[in-house]
């Protein structure tokens, strides 16, 4: 049915010819080849997986459907390393995964896994591993069974979710929509290097408080934590990006933190950057959809320390934006947001 290229995305649906094959192959390593089309047609996989993923095995294939999704034409995958699945129904023949040895890095999506021993069953080897599912009752107690296993991503499963500190090797740890009375496993993660928390209803960080591992913290829509003290207290972060946090008015002592690039985006009441002046490690700074009000006094303290190189600052007005670039530019700093520096060391899979 044809395919359509974008700069790091290949789209595929149905039959391919061979002469399709042989483009997409020219095209060489993409970071995502996917298709949304079902069922999906055999020859074409089978065709990819000898032609296109033993060439390119870092490309990740994506399949998604907004319909029941069948799995079981997979099985002739047997060379693919990355695999996401995602169904707004649910997936049948999901078993077909099972037998795929070469799979690394696995993502799963979908409304309730049609196995509840789903985790039991995967390859063991894999290096990655992201399940957001609406399940709660999920059980998590086989993750153990992940000796290799690198960067963990969950979305609302959490029964059993302590099991994680026997993952010794985890070094990313992403909790969406997961609200939780304990966090103290986290700090039995030895090689832990980056923690993300996102859309939860946690009120405070005092449990990681001098985790030493941590180097790396991504905070989104988090509502009711009301200080980021925890910028302050993990004595070697570096990178941080801190996103919708809307009850923070200001910010820790930083002038003994080693953070290196700190990011914000759409804090509604944060003007106070006082903090940010001491901060003697400091190497960029940024924030994406400001307050309107904020004004030049409130961003002085980063544009006025001498450590830091690059910073932005974007609100809804283009004319004080412009202000805001110009007095940067005065100061012999780089006028730029440092999402993508902050974004490629805490994901550097590109997922957040």
Do not use: W
């Not at 649906?13 to 390593?29: D, P, S, W």
């Not at 449990?207 to 180097?215: A, F, G, P």
């Amino acid at each position: 049915m044809g395919v359509s290229y974008s700069e790091n995305i290949i789209l595929f649906r149905g039959v391919l010819t061979q002469e399709e094959i042989n483009q997409i192959v020219k095209k060489g390593a993409v970071k995502i080849l996917q298709t949304d089309t079902m069922p999906l047609d055999v020859p074409t996989l089978q065709k990819l997986n000898d032609e296109y993923f033993e060439k390119f095995p870092d490309t990740e294939l994506r399949i998604y459907s907004y319909a029941d999704c069948d799995l079981s034409p997979l099985a002739v995958m047997n060379k693919i390393k990355k695999l996401s699945i995602e169904s707004s129904s649910t997936f049948l023949n999901i078993e077909t995964i099972y037998s795929l040895n070469a799979i690394r890095h696995l993502r799963v999506h979908t409304h309730r896994l049609p196995d509840n021993d789903f985790l039991i069953k995967i390859p063991n080897l894999i290096e990655t591993l992201e399940i957001d599912i609406t399940n709660k009752s999920f059980d998590l107690k086989s993750l153990s069974r992940f000796e290799c296993l690198e960067t963990l991503g969950l979305y609302k499963c959490k029964k059993n979710i302590e099991i994680v500190s026997d993952l010794k090797q985890l070094r990313c740890l992403k909790l969406h929509g997961i609200t939780l009375p304990s966090y103290s496993f986290v700090n039995k993660l030895p090689n832990l290097k980056t923690i993300a928390f996102s859309r939860g209803n946690i009120e405070k960080f005092s449990e990681l408080y001098d985790n030493n591992t941590i180097t790396g913290l991504y905070l989104f829509h988090l509502p009711k934590i009301n200080n980021l003290d925890i910028l302050e207290k993990l004595p070697n972060l570096q990178v941080a990006e801190i996103c919708q946090l809307t009850n923070v008015e200001k910010l820790p002592d930083l002038s003994k933190s080693k953070l290196q690039h700190l990011c914000f985006e759409n804090m509604k009441n944060l003007f106070d950057f006082t903090s940010i002046g001491s901060a003697q490690h400091l190497k960029s700074v940024s924030e994406t959809v400001c307050p309107t009000s904020l004004e030049i006094d409130n961003i002085l303290p980063m544009i006025q320390n001498p450590n830091i190189e690059q910073c932005a600052f974007y609100t809804s007005s283009s004319r004080k934006n412009e202000l805001f670039a110009k007095l940067i530019e005065q100061h012999k700093k780089k006028c730029e947001a440092n999402t993508h520096i902050v974004r490629k060391i805490l994901f550097p899979n590109g997922k957040m």
